[in-house]
């Protein structure tokens, strides 16, 4: 089992920058990737973000490429999510999870446990 709390969100106006964390523990942590989902009101949840176990491979949405960075410190067994150059689009609850696998998945299906979100909001 995994438990995942994820922190770091709130309100932020356009342009602006947060960095969301996912702290995790339990023991099948290990040897996986990560990643960031949001979901917005009314739409489906969406990948953001992926990062391998090992931290050299990183996957982003189209959406995202160039202003989010995801990162990991397997000893702190935290996963980070750096947003500058936030949009009012952005604006979702923010779930990181972790993956059956070492990979950087990008799909939803390919994870097993997920946090309970942290809200983002972007104001315009």
């Known amino acids: 089992q995994v438990q995942l709390v994820e922190s770091g969100g709130g309100l932020v106006q356009a342009g602006g920058s947060l960095r969301l964390s996912c702290a995790a523990s339990?023991?099948?942590?290990?040897?996986?990737?990560m990643g960031w989902f949001r979901q917005a009101p009314g739409k489906e949840r969406e990948f953001v973000a992926a990062i391998s176990w090992s931290g050299l491979v990183r996957n982003y949405a189209d959406s995202v490429e160039g202003r989010f960075t995801i990162s990991r410190d397997n000893a702190k067994t935290t996963v980070y999510l750096q947003m500058n150059s936030l949009k009012p689009e952005d604006t979702a609850v923010y779930y990181c999870?972790?993956?059956?696998?070492?990979?950087?998945?990008?799909?939803?299906?390919?994870?097993?446990?997920w946090g309970q979100g942290t809200q983002v909001t972007v104001s315009s």
């Open positions: 999870a972790v993956s059956r696998q070492p990979p950087a998945a990008t799909m939803s299906g390919e994870y097993d446990y």
């Open positions: 339990g023991r099948s942590y290990s040897s996986k990737g």
